[in-house]
């Protein structure tokens, strides 16, 4: 995994392919352990004071993700590899998922869920900077696309082990594990990337000076930070907002639309990012997508009934899937200093990890007293922003 500037020489198909399962092992390692099965554990523990506790564990959870993105991020860039740190990575989550049934107290869960997230992120950041030291920017779109498996899969391997009589609560623990090694080894045993030495994506050119790109990164960084706030909450209380709108749904119906939603994204992602990569627009579609989340907020800020909010809801998702999907490959399209590669994108990491730090409070400051539509209100202003920010550094992005 020695890495270079950024590459021109077209990767096969296959590496895509397994990159991008990789890369949706990480989903698959978080999406079922911090919505379901932590949560579960955590109220056998600790019983009425669940909700504390887990605020902690997610509060403290996010600090070290934050952090270690960053950090592993950067010793990738020093160590000029970026394999061994996957390795270690992997290795650490995988034991660490194992010992959660060894935590006897909340005190030392919190504890092993830190550990865990610095973990996982040593595999994360890293494995995030295999694909930018080698993926033309004539691909990003494709692996943009490629990447929208990450959240569907997260969301079937939820489904999958919660499969009553499949396994019970430490058994759910280790079926995760394996599934995630299923995901990322295959990468690291057969993903071979074309190098390509004489690649050379300049810091500076004519149309898009050295001070461009560093307004170029901060706008990327601030439009994905704004749609990821939209995103975290309805992620988190999604639940809510249905049962406000139809007292009687349940959480199994808004658990199978949420892995519809998923689903019916991945191909959606896909033709939008090859149409990206072929009209060589990668930024228009991020346009669009951000657009339409704002639009679709709006449209639940005004749902009256559970279809409208449900259409409006299936809206949401797909624009905001594809969003992210696109944005996590074309990100790569300003990082142009390929010794800070690794931490610079642990730096936009951060806008994954830090609206779950800033979403429990503004939601808190206006569900109460303006219900859920003057939250969505402030969330699709939010969108609209991100997208007005995308659209004025689109001429400047390489490509776009």
């Known amino acids: 995994m020695i890495f270079e500037r950024q590459p021109a020489t077209r990767q096969p198909t296959l590496f895509l392919w397994l990159y ?4 949706a092992g990480g989903a698959v390692a978080y999406v079922p352990f911090l919505t379901i099965l932590l949560p579960v554990r955590v109220a ?3 019983g009425d004071d669940r909700v504390h506790w887990l605020a902690y564990m997610t509060f403290f959870g996010a600090v070290a993700a934050s952090i270690s993105g960053v950090l592993f991020g950067w010793l990738s860039d020093r160590s000029h590899r970026r ?8 290795a650490g989550t995988l034991l660490l998922m194992l010992y959660v049934p060894l935590a006897q107290t909340p005190l030392a869960l919190l504890s092993l869920i830190v550990a865990w997230q610095v973990a996982l992120n040593m595999m994360l950041a890293p494995l995030a900077a295999w694909a ?3 993926v033309p920017p004539g691909q990003l779109g494709t692996l943009g696309g490629l990447l929208s498996f990450s ?7 939820g489904a999958l082990v919660t499969i009553p009589g499949l396994a019970g609560p430490d058994g759910r623990l280790a079926l995760v594990a394996v599934l995630v090694a299923a995901c990322v080894l295959p990468a690291l045993l057969f993903a071979r990337p074309v190098q390509d030495p004489r690649a050379i ?3 500076a050119s004519p149309d898009c000076p050295g001070g461009y790109l560093r307004v170029d990164a901060g706008a990327m960084w601030l439009a994905r930070f704004l749609v990821q706030i939209s995103e975290a909450a309805l992620f988190a209380y ?19 639309l949420f892995g519809l939603v998923l689903g019916l994204a991945v191909p959606l992602a896909l033709l939008v990012g090859r149409w990206a990569d072929r009209h060589r627009r990668p930024i228009l579609p991020l346009v669009g997508s951000a657009m339409v989340t704002g639009l679709a907020l709006l449209a639940m800020a005004g749902s009256a009934t559970p279809e409208q909010a449900t259409a409006s809801y299936m809206l949401f998702g797909l624009s905001t899937t594809i969003f992210l999907s696109l944005h996590s490959a074309q990100t790569f399209r300003v990082l142009r200093r390929p010794e800070t590669r690794g931490r610079d994108l642990g730096l936009f990491n951060l806008t994954n990890t830090a609206p779950s730090l800033i979403m429990p409070w503004l939601t808190v400051a206006i569900v109460p007293e303006f219900g859920f539509s003057g939250l969505f209100l402030l969330l699709a202003a939010l969108a609209f922003g991100a997208g007005l920010i995308l659209l004025a550094v689109t001429q400047r992005i390489r490509g776009a």
Do not use: K, N, Q
């Open 151 to 157: 959240p569907a899969l997260g969301a079937a391997a």
């Open 132 to 134: 930018a030291d080698h």
């Open 44 to 46: 056998a523990m600790v």
């Open 20 to 23: 991008a399962l990789a890369s």
């Open 201 to 203: 994506f300049p810091e």
């Open 83 to 90: 394999r061994p740190w996957v390795v270690g990575g992997l």
């Open 238 to 256: 999604l639940y809510f907002y249905f049962r406000t709108i139809d007292p009687d749904r349940d959480a199994a119906s808004i658990a199978r």
